[in-house]
């Protein structure tokens, strides 16, 4: 089916471990996004890409580093992980005049 | 972006109507107005957008008033797999970064 589709689903780390969670769609969006959503809160965004080739940040960048690898994919990377870092982690996308297409999440605990 | 107020939850009994409202009395010329919904623990889903005309699809209706600042979401026949938390975001296509509000928590009773 068609959508946006992150992995993996859960994962464990440990304060100052680095990892990267990979995010594809296969819809032709130029626009894709990453979220990050904690325990009752609302999303935040971290970070976006309008287009193939540029990234900006969001509201919260601090700790993260994203690239846009091509039209499909756009991956976002944990350099040393903290405690701080433990959320849920959304991919998304949009195409012009469509709303936002999210992906099911990654669970991470930072321990 | 055009602030939002919507109720923090409703109920609603299994096979009636839910109407979910939404105040966003300083939305601009050029916003449209989109709905998601976010059932628990999954990715937010998109429900439907309008400008100023009504709109319809298979999941939900939008009516938004003549003026455009306000609006509601209709889901014609609630389902108990229709509880979630409803947010209503007016923004421009060209706009980047939504701000996902509180939203409304909506309850489905059987």
């Known amino acids: 089916n068609a959508g946006v589709t992150q992995t993996p689903k859960f994962q464990v780390l440990k304060t100052g471990q680095s990892m990267t969670l990979q995010c594809a769609q296969d819809m032709n969006h130029n626009s894709m996004y990453w979220y990050r959503q904690d325990p009752g809160m609302g999303l935040r965004l971290i970070y976006y890409?309008?287009?193939?080739?540029t990234t900006d940040k969001g509201e919260v960048p601090n700790g993260y580093n994203v690239s846009r690898l091509n039209k499909r994919e756009f991956s976002l990377r944990l350099e040393s992980a903290a405690p701080s870092q433990t959320s849920v982690y959304f991919c998304a996308s949009k195409g012009w005049g469509y709303g936002y297409t999210f992906g099911s999440g990654t669970r991470l605990t930072v321990v | 972006d055009a602030k939002t107020t919507q109720p923090p939850s409703m109920d609603c009994a299994e096979g009636r109507a839910a109407n979910l409202p939404c105040n966003h009395s300083t939305i601009s010329g050029n916003e449209y107005v989109y709905w998601y919904r976010q059932i628990h623990s999954q990715g937010p889903q998109y429900i439907i957008h309008g400008l100023k005309n009504n709109e319809t699809n298979e999941m939900a209706s939008l009516i938004i008033t003549e003026d455009r600042k306000s609006s509601t979401l209709i889901l014609p026949h609630a389902t108990l797999r229709d509880t979630a938390v409803y947010y209503c975001i007016p923004t421009r296509d060209s706009n980047y970064q939504l701000i996902w509000g509180a939203g409304t928590k909506l309850i489905i009773k059987p």
């Open positions: 890409s309008a287009s193939e080739g």
